[in-house]
């Protein structure tokens, strides 16, 4: 059974810079992972993926080009480096890990998901 332990978040003044990681106990190849996230009151939304084989990656359009996903699959981490952070991008940020090969998008196509570390971006 896959743990993922995500560690990282905290408060930064807009403009700031932050950099997620996403420990999993377990196997997690070949097999898609992806960064989500949570703002209160609203519905969990998709922030990133990656896949294992190729390293293929995909972005939510509202973070493109300020966030990287990147995987260490040696070590079995992700992670999100997240710069020009802006207030919106505040949230509970979640790693998970899927039965897919292929980019994933969607929260019902991963089956194990982190705890989430939070992240606070102040203007």
């Known amino acids: 059974q896959v743990q993922l332990v995500e560690s990282g978040g905290g408060l930064v003044q807009a403009g700031g810079s932050l950099r997620l990681s996403c420990v999993a106990s377990?196997?997690?190849?070949?097999?898609?992972m992806g960064w989500f996230r949570q703002a209160p009151g609203k519905e969990r939304e998709f922030v990133a993926t990656?896949?294992?084989?190729?390293?293929?990656?995909t972005y939510a359009d509202s973070v493109k080009g300020r966030f990287t996903v990147s995987r260490d699959n040696a070590k079995n981490t992700m992670f999100l480096q997240m710069n020009s952070l802006k207030p919106e991008d505040t949230a509970l940020y979640y790693c998970?890990?899927?039965?897919?090969?292929?980019?994933?998008?969607?929260?019902?196509?991963?089956?194990?998901w982190g705890q989430g570390t939070q992240v606070t971006v102040s203007s």
């Open positions: 377990g196997r997690t190849a070949p097999y898609t």
């Open positions: 998970a890990t899927s039965s897919f090969t292929s980019i994933r998008e969607r929260p019902s196509d991963y089956h194990t």
């Open positions: 990656i896949t294992w084989i190729s390293g293929s990656t």
